[in-house]
Every structure is written in structure tokens, then in C-alpha cells.
């Protein structure tokens, strides 16, 4: 499910009108409205339609703090096995923050080519919530894991502590790789984008008027002109987005990273990949 | 007039009934109400970071007013207690709400309200959280608290003058947070620091660690007799003062600089970074890790 560029109440609201529009199409059991506070449900129907999700837990898990220390940069972490999956390889992760305003928080597509399909990255909680992780692999079957987080007002809080410098530094990127892989191993990269992603509920007090989404909306990763991986972003990701992935290169070569905001800034940058020694 | 360091014996003002607040008079004409090191509750008014006065000749200079329009008006009525002087200016030295949510007990004498020029667009994008949370941990305690609303912003420096005594203010940039204002008392060697300077309780990081370091160096040029802290004792020995707060954020920085050197992770970090000091601080818990998450994400940009 791709958000749209709207600010964060109107995605807040429209997904309330979707909830109600479920509500009156499917009845619900007894069970389900003891359940009504869990959101997954509804969640599930509204991002994966009728398809089935299986239990994925045997060979994915999430890691989190289970209590945050800041709501606004929450570390998380979706891990794979691959040992335990063999023949199994993944093609989209969606991760989804149950109780955020916009839930979606970002639609991870990978390359056959990666090594491990281990991802890293940090979010926005704004409230204690479930946080689920749906895998979809290249036979079309879907896997998911969950974590619970205790954090609250991530979404809200304004995570810009130095609003001077995030304007002086908009879009700017970093890649870090270890320095010390060598050649045919997998290396964990972290790639992190300067941007405020202003999540559109921070109100201005005085105006009353909420300060704009603006938001990382698309990222595209590539080796060598291959795509690696593309990410769909959204406001529940953190201020300067932050992303962890495998890499593992035959040659050396060059990594590209192009990363578009909702009011259309494209961002570009590349880096010399160079041979392991 | 010089004062000797030492020899001026403090006197507290009682509290002569319990709507005003208790304040020591920590210099000539300069008093000062010790916030309490806790988080804010109903009973605490939102207290719990200090708060003070300075009196001229003509008028009076309050130096933040607390955490709630109640505990505003606890401070005024101290005040009165003292002197009939108008309140002719409210500075502000950041936007955090205990230091700022009393503004509004100040309204009626119609006061200068001053702030560091970054102010009110931090402010703006945080009084929503602001109000919510204050309002669920002090409930009734904060009934008619207001965002206060400065109109007299400082870039870099300004001066008052309250009659035959001059303050100085000045702007730093981002530290503690990114509107950090200091005021100087000329007459007695007084610095407020506000929270560019915490001692006892945890210092929090809302600006930037590496500027705070620097905005330690410099305020350790200012030739002042004593500080007050924006939390910590109602006044303190200079330069001196500084020391305990320094070495925690230079052993965050440090540690989180070998942290990313290592390539630990911003989880790995927050469990680790800091914990030598846990014995030294006042609510270490509350605050470490998110020190360190600031710390982290602001110094993993560094080449």
C-alpha cells in the first residue's frame, strides 16, 4: 500500500473512514470485538486484502527496545535466518506500526541478489503499539513476525532539535561499510539520508495551523546500475532516514542512491564500492 | 560595589503563607525558588526547575516562572512579599515547560516578555506535546497555563536596565536546546545560566552535545562571582560549577564517538554510553539513553 502525499491527519482520517467502511461490509464475531482495540485486524484486510499470512516467527523476528527512550528515534531491526528458510527467498517486507496515524511505514523491495534480507532501520512510535513485519517471498507466500514497543508521541515530537542545520543539510547522504570485509562476503551497509521528514502533526500554536508532511517517499539503491533495493517510505520513519542492508559484491564497483521527497526534491549520490581485499 | 565571594550570608524570605513560593535571596536583590528533582506532579506544581527574580531601582526582572500558571503565581506572590516594584520584564531562558509555563501570572502588569530568537518557532512545534503532557501528569494543578508568547527575541545580545542595575543577555547557539539565553547581573557578578548549566539532576540533551561542550567554554570566559543553575542549588561557586556537567557530556561524546568507531549500533550505544557517571546524577534512568540517542544521531554524521 502505497500513502499518499497528504499530511498526516488526512491519512489518520481517511483510514478511520476505511475502518468504518469495514466495519459496516464485514460483521465481526463475538471474539473480534473483545479484540476491537487491536487494529491488526482490520489492518490486515485493508493492506493484504484476502491473502493469507503465515507464521513466520521459526525464521524472522523483529528486535526493539521494549521501552523506547525517544519516541521519535526508535532503533528496529527486521532479522531473518536464512538457515531456517531454505529454498525461501524474500521479495517485499512491509513493515506496519499498528497504532501509528500513517501504519504503513515503509515497503522494503529486494534484489534476488541480496545476501540476506536482514533489515535495519529507525521509527516513529506514537503510541504503545504492535509492530508487525510481513514478508513476502518470490513464491508469493507471506510470513509475519511481531514485536510489542513501549513509546509514546513519536509522531508529534518534533524530532528537529537543530532546525537550522537540517535546512543547511537537506538531502545530503552517508554510506557506511565496514572497512574490513573481505572479497565474496556479505557486509552490513547503513545508508542515512539528511532530511527532516516532518511527520504534518506538529502543530504551530499560534497559528493553529500543522506544519507540512514532508517526508522521504522513495528510495532506489543500486550496484553497478542493478537495482539492489527500493524502499517506499513514509512519516513514521524517523528523521534522516536510516536503513541497514546486506551487500555482498563480486567486483568492485559503484553504489548509487537516488531518494525522492513528497514535494518532489530528488536527491542523488554514489560511492566507489571498492574490491575486498 | 564588589562583593567578596563567601561573604554574603543568604537570607531566606519565609514563606509568610503558602501561596508563595519559598526563595533565597542569593546576592543583593537577587532571590531565587530551588526547583524540586523529580518529574512534575499535581502537588509540585511543575516546580522542579529553579526559578528567580532580580530587583532594581525601578523595576523588577523574572528570570523563568515555572512550570505552571499556578506556580507563576506563587513566584508573584514572593515577589510581593518583597517588593511593590513593577515586574516590567519576564525572560525566558529556553522553552522548556518548567521553566516557562508561569509566564502567564506576569500578564497583568503587562511585562517585556524576552526570549532567545529561536523561541518561538521551537516552541511552536512542541507546545502541542507539551500542554498534553503537562496536563495529564498535573491535571487540576495546571488549569489556565498558557504558551507564552515573547515579543522581545535576542539574536545575540540585549541589555534591561531595572534603574542603577543593567542585565545583560545572551543568545547562544543550540546547546541544551537551540534557544538557550543567559542573563548577566553586572551589579553583582550574577549569572543565570538556565539550563546551559545542570547540577545534581541529569543534564538533557535537546540541542546538540557538541555545542553545549562549547557553549561551556564559553561561559567559562564570563568573570562571574556566582551561578545559578537552571537545576541544581539556588546558587553556586564560578567557574566551578560547570565542572560535573562537562565531564558527563565529554564522556558521552567520547564514548559514543568509539561507539560509532567500533560500529555499534544506536541500540548497542544506549546500553552502554555513559554509565560510569550513573552515581553522579539524579534521575539517570529517566534520561541516559535518550542523551545517548541524541548523541549518537548527531555525531554519526561527523567524517
New interface residues.
Given amino acids: 500500500m502505497r500513502l499518499s502525499r497528504t499530511a498526516c491527519i488526512g491519512q489518520a482520517l481517511s483510514f478511520l473512514l476505511l475502518l468504518v467502511i469495514l466495519a459496516v461490509a464485514a460483521p465481526r464475531t463475538a471474539a473480534a470485538d473483545e479484540a476491537s482495540d487491536d487494529p491488526w485486524p482490520d489492518l490486515q484486510t485493508a493492506i493484504f486484502a484476502d491473502r493469507q499470512i503465515a507464521d513466520g516467527s521459526s525464521f524472522m523476528h523483529l ?1 526493539a ?1 521494549a521501552r523506547a ?2 519516541a521519535a ?1 526508535v ?1 528496529l531491526e527486521i532479522k531473518f535466518d536464512p538457515a531456517q528458510m531454505p529454498g525461501l527467498t524474500v521479495k517485499t517486507i512491509t513493515l506496519v506500526i499498528d497504532k501509528n496515524p500513517a501504519p504503513v511505514a515503509a515497503v522494503f523491495h529486494l534484489a534476488a541478489v541480496m545476501p540476506d534480507p536482514s533489515i ?1 532501520t ?1 521509527i516513529r512510535v506514537n503510541e504503545y503499539t504492535n509492530i508487525h513485519a510481513v514478508a513476502e517471498m518470490t513464491d508469493g507466500k507471506l510470513y509475519m513476525a511481531k514485536v510489542f514497543v513501549k513509546a509514546a ?1 513519536g509522531c ?3 524530532a ?6 537540517a535546512v543547511a ?1 537537506l538531502g545530503e547522504m ?1 554510506l557506511k561499510l ?1 572497512p574490513d570485509a573481505t572479497a565474496g562476503q556479505a557486509r552490513r551497509a547503513q545508508l ?1 539520508i ?1 532530511h527532516p521528514n516532518f511527520s504534518g502533526m ?6 493553529r495551523y500543522y ?1 507540512p508532511a514532508k517526508f522521504i517517499e522513495a528510495i532506489d539503491i543500486t550496484y553497478d546500475g542493478k537495482p539492489l533495493m527500493s524502499v517506499e517510505g513514509n512519516i513514521s520513519l524517523s528523521e ?1 532516514p536510516f536503513i541497514e542492508f546486506s551487500l555482498k559484491p563480486d567486483q568492485a564497483g559503484e553504489m548509487s542512491v537516488t531518494a525522492r521527497d513528497s514535494d518532489g526534491a530528488v536527491f542523488k549520490k554514489a560511492w566507489p564500492v571498492p574490491a575486498s581485499s | 560595589m564588589i562583593l567578596l565571594a563567601g561573604i554574603w550570608l543568604g537570607a531566606t524570605a519565609a514563606a509568610a503563607d503558602d501561596s508563595a513560593l519559598t526563595v533565597t535571596e542569593i546576592a543583593p536583590g537577587i532571590f531565587v525558588h530551588q526547583g524540586v528533582h523529580a518529574e512534575a506532579t499535581p502537588e509540585n506544581l511543575g516546580g522542579i526547575a529553579n526559578i528567580g527574580f532580580i530587583i532594581g531601582d525601578d523595576s523588577i526582572a523574572v528570570i523563568d516562572t515555572g512550570g505552571s500558571l499556578r506556580e507563576g503565581k506563587a513566584l508573584l506572590a514572593a515577589i510581593r512579599q518583597i517588593s511593590p516594584l513593577p515586574v516590567r520584564y519576564v525572560i525566558n531562558t529556553h522553552f522548556h515547560p518548567d521553566h516557562i509555563f508561569g509566564n502567564g501570572a506576569f500578564a497583568a502588569s503587562h511585562p517585556e516578555v524576552i526570549a532567545h530568537a529561536n523561541l518561538p518557532r521551537s516552541l511552536a512545534a512542541r507546545a502541542g506535546d507539551y500542554l498534553a503532557s503537562a496536563r495529564s501528569a498535573m491535571g487540576q494543578s495546571f488549569l489556565g497555563t498558557e504558551i507564552p508568547n515573547p515579543k522581545r527575541l535576542v539574536g545575540k545580545t540585549d541589555d534591561i536596565d531595572l534603574g542603577h542595575r543593567r542585565l545583560h543577555l545572551t543568545a547562544f547557539p543550540p546547546a541544551h536546546t537551540d534557544a538557550d539565553l543567559t542573563v548577566y547581573d553586572e551589579k553583582t557578578g550574577t549569572i543565570f545560566a538556565g539550563d546551559l548549566l545542570f547540577m545534581e539532576r541529569i543534564p538533557s540533551i535537546d540541542g546538540s552535545v557538541l555545542g553545549w561542550l562549547k557553549a561551556i567554554d564559553k561561559l567559562r570566559r564570563v568573570k562571574a562571582q556566582r551561578v545559578v543553575p537552571g537545576h541544581g542549588p539556588v546558587s553556586a561557586p564560578w567557574p566551578a560549577a560547570l565542572d560535573d556537567e562537562e565531564r558527563y557530556l565529554f564522556v558521552i561524546a567520547t564514548e559514543t564517538r568509539k561507539a560509532l568507531a567500533n560500529g555499534e549500533s544506536l541500540r548497542q550505544a544506549t546500553a552502554t554510553v555513559g554509565q560510569s557517571e550513573r552515581p553522579n546524577w539524579q534521575l539517570f534512568d529517566a534520561y541516559n539513553e535518550r542523551n545517548v540517542t541524541a548523541a549518537y544521531t548527531e555525531l554519526e554524521w561527523e567524517e
Fill in positions: 528486535e527496545p527512550a525517544d528515534v532503533p535495519g529507525r508521541g508529534s515530537a518534533p528537529v532539535k537543530t532546525p537550522a542545520e543539510h552517508k565496514p542515512m539528511r506538529q502543530m504551530d500554536q499560534v497559528t506544519i534522516n
